[in-house]
């Protein structure tokens, strides 16, 4: 039997003038399956209203025939005032999955950095067990708790694989990774998949320096047969995020084209 195809989903970041009908009808002519809804702090819905904004969002968002399968937050420890708000709220409305905020690790000590990651981080699943809501450890290149993907591991290893687990980026994870690492990080994420984000790069020297480049969908670095491939063999049908972080003078054709390689190596992988 196939395994089911993956919900295509546009990251709201890149529709940040659509309200909530508009976001839903345009995400829906686009061709998505779903949103990944922003929760945060300049988001479409703000975290100190989400217990009145979030149904409306959803709603508006579902009457056009489209999943919101994933929020994306800034949370970091459950003490925070809006945690319990946005949880609870997004719990309520069946969204399954959201998007954990970034630690970084600054001049501290590493060791000390993942075990305060991981008490913070039990606190939040704790919360999302009482509501019955998992969380996705996002895996960010540069100075964020999570850049290699090893250190989520270390922090996660441990805990309950039901309400955490790993909001993969290939393109990030060949940042960090290289040629190879990313694929090793990727065999032992795929077991504990809860989301994916989609983004492409090349490496380009500016000023003698060497920078990370972000481009259009298959322009770039990433192995991408490669990486469908995985997720088909391991018969992930979670959500997939797309991310447009290059400029482009017109951004709704970008994320059209971009959503179209996408669903070409879903095809070639998925075989729908």
């Not at 089911?4 to 989903?9: E, G, K, T, W």
């Not at 040629?179 to 795929?190: C, H, N």
């Amino acid at each position: 039997m196939k395994p089911s195809a993956p919900q295509l989903c546009i990251f709201s970041k890149h529709l940040p003038n659509l309200n909530y009908d508009q976001l839903g009808k345009t995400s829906r002519q686009l061709g998505f399956d779903g949103v990944d809804l922003t929760t945060r702090p300049k988001g479409h819905v703000l975290p100190e209203r989400a217990a009145e904004d979030l149904p409306r969002a959803v709603e508006a968002i579902r009457s056009h025939g489209l999943a919101v399968p994933m929020i994306t937050t800034e949370l970091l420890s459950a003490s925070h005032p809006t945690a319990r708000p946005i949880l609870s709220t997004a719990a309520r409305l069946k969204v399954p999955y959201y998007k954990l905020g970034y630690w970084r690790y600054g001049n501290r000590d590493v060791n000390q950095v993942l075990a305060d990651v991981k008490r913070d981080l039990e606190g939040l699943l704790e919360l999302g067990k009482q509501y019955g809501i998992e969380a996705g450890f996002h895996n960010h290149s540069a100075d964020y708790v999570g850049m290699a993907l090893w250190d989520i591991r270390e922090i996660i290893r441990d805990l309950d694989p039901r309400w955490i687990g790993y909001y993969y980026d290939p393109a990030h994870a060949t940042v960090e990774g290289g040629a190879a690492g990313w694929q090793v990080s990727l065999r032992f994420a795929l077991p504990r998949l809860k989301m994916v984000a989609l983004k492409d790069f090349h490496w380009e020297k500016q000023k003698g320096r060497w920078q990370v480049k972000w481009c259009p969908m298959g322009e770039g670095m990433v192995n991408w047969p490669r990486v469908f491939s995985a997720f088909a063999a391991a018969r992930f049908s979670g959500p997939i995020s797309l991310h447009v972080e290059y400029d482009s003078p017109d951004e709704m054709g970008a994320i059209a084209r971009d959503l179209e390689f996408i669903k070409k190596q879903v095809k070639a992988a998925y075989g729908t």
